[in-house]
């Protein structure tokens, strides 16, 4: 059979990861945004947010300890499927069940630990498709492939978010709709994949890596690429989280809004920064990889997060809220997307992209359950959420540095195998 053209080969290919991405999404949140919080306050109704603290810190912990495991053992799997799918395919499959699991669960504890499994297992279904950007798309469109991730995560998103909310009467079907998206969007990805690029997912027979130890953590580490690449995820993750977890305590204390007026401006907000993100990862990611340069795009979404932050920081009135969402979606679209692809570019070899990828999740999942700590401790010594802005403004800046200092040992384009 004559293979495909590659430009139609790499349209399939972004294709099918875009679905996934999307799939996986759904579920997430739809558990995030409402499933989680109202099953806890169900369950807890008088300790519900500290139960979904510590619900929350424990799945994002565990997750970002088990990415870069699950991303190792990926770049070391040979099947007639490849190397990502199948983690994926279980990943979805076990995330869909458990989170379809979750309203039948009668405790605090029966529920954390299905959530505890359902984020874990989910993400690796984002992680298979990240890591099938290095795969499987070339590196002029790499800033494309990025860019095709936060298109379906930020649609993913939405529409996780409205169909639980649509479903709020009725969770068990909420959460069965939800969990079945992630699983069949998994197994999609795996029959998909097998079709689309069989010479690419199914590597040769040669000698299989040493299993993961700590010793090829600590190479990963001192590439000052990647530890330029986490540093700075870090920073901007962790900054932006803060503002998420206490939006609705920032409207009524920052705006003077009612509860009920700041609930309706907070769903709305989340619109308008997913939109926003999602417009400024498709945008920035091809620009990006029109100009054959990336670390512009880089320096510039965190210089724009920064001065997005100053406005509420500044200002108490709504607008200032409303323009902080907008520019601040632009900002972390553009940088998660470049940044993404970036990493890619520089990888010293792709047959570890896997486990470098899984590494970048981490540093993604691990602030956000710091985030809620830190931005309490803010709220603390500033006396007002007014801190948690300026506080944004700062990690924003010192991310625009470290993605500026120099990146001793490492080239701009990088030999392929």
Partial sequence: MTAPSAPASVRRTLGWIFA??????????????????????????????????????????????????????SDRTRSRWGRRAPWAAAGGTLGGIAVALMPSATTVLALGLLWVVGQVTLNMVDAAMAAAVADDVPRHRRGTGSAALALGTGLGSAVGAVLAGRLVGDPTAAAVVAGAVAAGGAWAFLAAARRARPATWTQPPDRLPDAPRWSALRRALARPTLRSALLSRCLLVGGTQMVV????????????????????????????????????????????????????????????????????????????VVAYAALAGIATGTFFTVQLADLVDRMPSLRDAGHDLGLLGAATTLPQAFAP????????????????????AVLAAAAAVVTLRPRAGTRDVVERP
């Fill in 245 to 320: 977890a206490y939006q609705l305590y920032v409207l009524v204390d920052r705006t003077g809004l009612t509860m009920p007026e700041a609930a309706r401006l907070s769903g709305l907000l989340v619109v308008i920064h997913l939109v926003a993100a999602t417009t400024g990862a498709v945008v920035a990611g091809r620009w990006s990889d029109a100009v054959g340069s990336r670390r512009p795009f880089l320096v510039a979404g965190c210089l724009l997060l920064c001065v997005a932050a100053l406005l509420p920081a500044l200002s108490t009135d709504t607008g200032a």
């Fill in 373 to 392: 700590l830190l931005g309490y401790a803010v709220f603390r010594l500033t006396g007002g959420y007014g801190g948690l802005f300026a506080t944004v």
């Fill in 20 to 73: 996934g991405q999307l799939s996986v999404y759904v579920a997430l949140a739809a558990v995030v945004a409402v499933l989680l919080p109202l099953q806890l306050a169900d369950l807890a109704p008088d300790g519900k947010e500290r139960a979904l603290a510590v619900v929350s810190f424990a799945s994002s912990a565990l997750t970002a300890l088990t990415l870069p495991v699950v991303g190792a053992l």
